[in-house]
C-alpha cells in the first residue's frame, strides 16, 4: 500500500481562504461592494477544505491526534466558507457564522495547547506550526468583530482580521511549501 501525504495540498487550500476571507474583511472595511468575484472561489476552496478535511478526520491513515489535529479545524472551516459564499452571494446576513467562528476559535486554542504540551510538532516546523494555530485561534475568536458595521470605528476589526487572515495565510503556505520541498527529496 502506498501512503501518499496531502498535507501540503491541504496546506495551498488553507493559505488560499484564508487568503480570499482576508479579502472579505478588507474590501468591507474599503466599503467595496463588488465582493462577487468572491463567491466561486469562496464556495469551491470551500468545499475543498470540507473534503479534505472530512478525509482526513474519518479516513485518514495518521495517528488520531493528528486527524484531529489538522481535519477538524479544515473540515468546519470549508463548511463555513461554503455557508459564507453562499449567503454573500444571496446578499442575506452572516451574523450567525460568526458565533461559530468563535467555537472553531476555541477548538483551535485547544489544539495549540496540545501542540505545545504533547509535543505533537518538533524540530524546525514547531514554531511555524505553533503561530498557524495561535494566529487561526486568534482570528477565529475575533471573528464577531465582522458583525460590526465596516463603517466608522468598525473597519478597523475588519483590518484586524484580515490583517490576522494574512498572516495565516503567509505561515500556512510557508509550511505548505516547505513540506512539498521535503517530500520532492525523498525516496520513490
Do not use: C, Q
Not at 469551491?44 to 484531529?68: E, H, K, R, T, V
Not at 467555537?103 to 516546523?125: C, D, Q, R, T
Amino acid at each position: 500500500m502506498v501512503f501518499v501525504d496531502a498535507l501540503t495540498v491541504m496546506l495551498l487550500g488553507l493559505g488560499a481562504s484564508t487568503f480570499l476571507l482576508a479579502m472579505y474583511f478588507l474590501m468591507a472595511a474599503l466599503g467595496r461592494k463588488d465582493m462577487d468575484m468572491l463567491y466561486v472561489p469562496g464556495f469551491i476552496f470551500g468545499m475543498f477544505d470540507f473534503a479534505s478535511g472530512f478525509a482526513m478526520s474519518f479516513l485518514w491513515p495518521l495517528p488520531g491526534a493528528y486527524n484531529m489535529l489538522f481535519g477538524d479545524p479544515l473540515l468546519v472551516l470549508g463548511i463555513l466558507m461554503m455557508a459564507g459564499a453562499y449567503m454573500l452571494a444571496r446578499k442575506m446576513k452572516r451574523d450567525l457564522l460568526f458565533p461559530i467562528g468563535v467555537m472553531l476559535g476555541i477548538y483551535i486554542a485547544v489544539e495549540a495547547a496540545g501542540i505545545l504540551n504533547f509535543g505533537l510538532e518538533k524540530g524546525a516546523y514547531f514554531l511555524p506550526a505553533f503561530g498557524l494555530y495561535l494566529l487561526s485561534a486568534l482570528a477565529a475568536i475575533l471573528s464577531p468583530l465582522g458583525m460590526l458595521s465596516p463603517k466608522g470605528n468598525g473597519r478597523y476589526g475588519y483590518y484586524l482580521l484580515s490583517l490576522l487572515l494574512v498572516l495565516v495565510t503567509i505561515v500556512a503556505l510557508f509550511i505548505g511549501y516547505g513540506g512539498i520541498y521535503a517530500h520532492l527529496k525523498s525516496p520513490p
